[in-house]
């Protein structure tokens, strides 16, 4: 009947974690179906970008694009940039003599030429009163038509800047968009049972639109093709996936890499395919492109993006712009059948981060472009959304079955094992046909399925050990209520008789504090009990076991309930930190607004074999110990009081840790138990105090003096005792006490053959 209860009540507990879990993985589907559509930048971006770099698409260098590159070594040779756009047309005229199979202008061409005679003219001289400058200019070659003539017979294209409408930070919206004038683009609808239809009359498509900085000059646009020369970045500044299609003052206009990739191709066109179900307020949305009729189809997002594969190799073969117009510079047949693409270096122009490196704008376009001709485009399908929502509750389901029957840390070792073959898979999916498969969700979804019904099921047997837990709360250190929790009250608090580390404290007023606040007995036993308060937290936070005595006393257990390597260590170096907590009492108590009153710390450290576990019952209950160590603890808490140092320890603590600790050798009495002087010592500071030079001073001149009255040598004795009370941390009781036995030796015929102190004894 107690068990039966027993689980019942588990159960119960265990149902509201459960329900939270089911709901969890609603909503972790919905979300998962919701953000299906390629995203710009986040955590599944970062995966990608993983995945990119572990497992670079597999393709041979850029053959089919030549980088001609604007560097620092031009502009010095040439002149400073902005060039004039009869220096472009220099260098388009030595790429078409070197048999270029096109050229495309990374830089843009929609502004007017900053160094044309006509801006020159038109800026700098309007106004003027003696027009004749303005005419000689006038009489000087247009740049514009020196360009234009530099294009003519080759298949090029231009660019042109949109501005920060396609920065990242400022993201364009979906304009509508006539197909009939698109020059560059032809679109038609794919349907799954018809396949490619054109069409409809006056149907319209949605594209992102921009708008140029101002018109190509009509040398240049009769001779070239336009393009829109924006590289937009994810919202985390990463290139990862390049816009091929723009709206560009109404018509469609391909990016930058798709003209370039076009031109390389030798097709006078792209084909964009529509979704046939998919429309918006702005027209039919566009969803794959292949570059030609017979070109591999390669899928966009609603945005006209396509998710670069990124090869192994990145950066196209580059010629700097002045060795390919010096005519001593060699032969230029390195350009012969390429496409050739003219831009600034990444030092002048600045570089765009991609997710296997930085590169130049012009380097970045050049990469895209191979990758399109190439067909090495990544894709996130329609369905992808669906899959990974119906993984998350399967998977999730299965992780609260087989955590129904196993451990909470099994359950999720199992789940971390199953969300490892869901991230393997991903990797598969994308090295393989890459498909863009999201495995956070349902790796998310392991994890909630098996902390749902194993969390809660913990959770219901914790509540069957929770009173126990209660009565000890504040009473034992982290790691043994931990283990309370996970391996039952049972195990943990069993009675034992193993050796411990204990330490006796007891807090106290001073003789006249008390005489001051006679009649306030209420505020002196809140101080007291406040002090024992934060007592009791500073053992329990250094690993030890506190238990409260009666009026201010305290002590601490160091190897139980839990074992401890080196509980003595462990035991003094909380004492010294109870200390240091009784110092800022003291100082609180003291300090504006305080009591002006001192409380006194008292600790006395033994060490033995002792029988420990809770005594008690219910809310009573404690963990305390009983044996000799107790009674030889409580009774070196009370010589504090009679030598002066706080802390007062056993020879056998002092044996195993004097190597780490700074000690006093104080007394030796006689003990009755064992018929042999029993020796002990004061503890007065951490491994940087023993190290210090003024307690080596203090420790050497008591070892002497200690020395010279054992050996009946009064005189020695008193000149070192001299020397002790001339180190700091000296004025103790301690050497009083010295001194008043060194007097009465030195009028005796004999040393005293061991220093048996009266007061001592007595206690």
Known sequence: MANSSFFSRSNFAAAPPLAAGVVALCVIALLALASAPVREGGARAGLFDLYQRLAPMEGAPVQRFHVIEIDKDSINRIGPWPWPRSELGRVVAAAKSAGARGIIIVEPVDAPDPLSPGTIGSFWLEGARDNRLAEELARLPDTDAALGRALEGVDAAVAIDPGPNAAASERPDLTSTDPDAAGWVRFDIATENAGLQPLPAGARV?????????????????RARIAVGALPTDE????????????????????????????????????????????TPFGRLISSISIGETGPRLPLDSRGRAVIGWPKRVEAPTTPAWRLVDAAGGSNAQLAGKVALVGLSSDLGGYVRTPIGELSRVQASAVVADRLVAGAVAARPGWIGYVEAALVMALGAAAMVWSQKMSFWRSMGLAGIAGALVLGASIAAYAGP??????????????????????????????????????????????????????????VLEGARRE??????????????LERFAGRAGDLTAMIASACQSLRKAIVEFGGAADQGDGGKVFGYYNAPLETADHPKAACSAALRLVEAMDKINAGLNGPGGRDVQLRLSIGISIGECLVGPMGQGRSNRYSAIGEPMDIAQHLRKQAGVYGPAIICDETIHRRTHHHFAYLELDRVDSTENRRPMTFYALVGNPFVKSSKSFRALDGAHRDMLSAYRSGDAQAARLNLLRARRSPGANIPLFDIYEKRILAMDGADAPLRAETNPETVSN
């Not at 390049?242 to 097709?267: F, K, M, R, Y």
């Not at 914790?462 to 126990?468: G, N, P, Q, R, T």
């Not at 411990?500 to 007023?509: G, Q, W």
Request: charged residues 20%; hydrophobic residues 50%.
């Open 500 to 513: 411990i580390t204990v330490l006796a404290c007891e807090v106290s007023f001073m003789e006249e504090d």
């Open 236 to 279: 985390d500044g990463v290139f990862r996936a390049p816009t091929l299609i723009w709206s560009l003052q109404g018509a469609a206009a391909p990016g930058i890499p798709l003209a370039a990739a076009i031109v390389a191709s030798g097709e006078k066109s792209a084909v964009a395919h529509l979704n046939a179900s998919a429309t």
């Open 434 to 491: 890459a498909v863009l498969f999201n495995p956070f969700p349902a790796m998310i979804a392991l994890f909630v399925g098996a902390i749902a019904v194993a969390g809660g099921r913990s959770f219901g047997e914790a509540l069957s050990d929770e009173k126990v837990r209660g009565n000890f709360r504040g009473a034992l250190p982290e790691p043994t209520m931990r283990a309370l929790r996970e391996e039952g009250a049972r195990d």
């Open 206 to 222: 949605a594209l992102l639109g921009v708008e140029p900085r101002g018109a190509v000059a009509e040398p240049i646009a009769a």
